[in-house]
């Protein structure tokens, strides 16, 4: 069998300084340890029950958190951005999906670090009337492949979005007091508690009580961006519709097609901030 664990730092436990989150911060290699650690951790108790292959998708910023060298023989992990399908790349195929360190959508009161895909260029993204978390968003393009959500773990602030995905176990790895400050439990208690989430999650997959998170296609999407030049520039592509300063919207096919086309917009809004800073 095949599990899939996408990975983001935000929503680790401990994580709570901008000196943790780029490449070149000061606290970087902390966070790097600790994401190999839970990784590790979620991957070693898959194999125990039964997975022979795991493909864990390195899925924050520039997509090179993990340390390969500290993982087993039967992980294989997806790196490097831009690329595409993002945080959900090369999990078509798999028999259970996971997700790690997630954290709650923009605009989420007590949460660290909370936002949607791109914190730099995106204040809002809604499919088909449901505004996404970046959990939300790679289930439902998983969900399209048939791949069932087993476990979430990440900022407690996430679990509101339980509600659409109820069978999936939850383990929280912080509690939020504000954007840049959390409370942690112990790397024991995580270890514990995550090791006991994917045991469940696994008997849920056993039993065909695990599901797929799937909506109906085609699908409407709604991006809200920071800035209306990055409206301005999504505009320019044909099938957008832009319908007021800051949001556009389109219509896609699938949900897989949905996530490309923002990925090419949020790349756009990336390369014309760019070229306003300069």
């Known amino acids: 069998m095949k599990a ?17 989150l780029f490449v070149k911060g000061a606290l970087y290699n902390e ?32 997509m090179v958190n993990i ?3 500290e993982m087993p023989s039967y992980v294989s992990i997806v790196r490097g951005f831009p690329r595409p399908l993002s945080m959900v790349a090369f999990g078509k195929g798999s028999d259970i999906a996971i997700f790690l360190g997630y954290h709650a959508k923009a605009g989420t009161s007590f949460a ?11 204040d809002k993204i809604i499919i088909s ?25 990440g900022d407690e602030a996430l679990k509101e979005d339980l509600k659409y995905v109820p069978w999936a176990e939850f383990i929280p790895l912080k509690k939020a007091s504000g954007r840049y400050s959390a ?11 995550l090791k006991a989430g994917i045991k469940r999650a696994v008997e849920k997959l056993n039993n065909k009580e695990l599901r797929a998170f799937k909506i109906e296609t085609p699908v409407d999407v709604e991006i809200r961006f920071l800035n209306s030049a990055y409206a301005e520039v999504a505009d320019l592509l044909p099938g957008v519709e832009r319908i007021d300063g800051k949001t556009i919207r389109f219509t896609a096919n699938t949900v897989e ?12 809004a990336a390369g014309v901030s760019y070229i306003v800073s300069r």
């Open 4 to 20: 899939f664990i996408s990975i983001d730092l935000e929503g680790l436990p401990y994580i709570v300084s901008r000196e943790h």
């Open 31 to 62: 966070a790097r340890k600790i994401a190999t650690k839970i990784a590790k951790i979620a991957a070693e108790k898959l194999h125990e029950e039964g997975f022979e292959e795991i493909v864990i998708a390195d899925s924050h910023g520039p």
């Open 67 to 69: 340390i390969p060298e």
């Open 112 to 122: 660290t670090f909370d936002h949607t895909y791109s914190g730099a260029t995106i």
């Open 129 to 153: 009337g449901i505004e996404v978390s970046e959990f939300l968003l790679n289930s439902m393009v998983l969900g399209e492949w048939g791949v069932p959500i087993g476990l979430v773990a």
């Open 183 to 193: 409370l942690s439990p112990s790397m024991e208690a995580i270890e514990k508690e």
């Open 257 to 268: 097609d949905a996530y490309k086309i923002m990925e090419v917009l949020t790349l756009a």
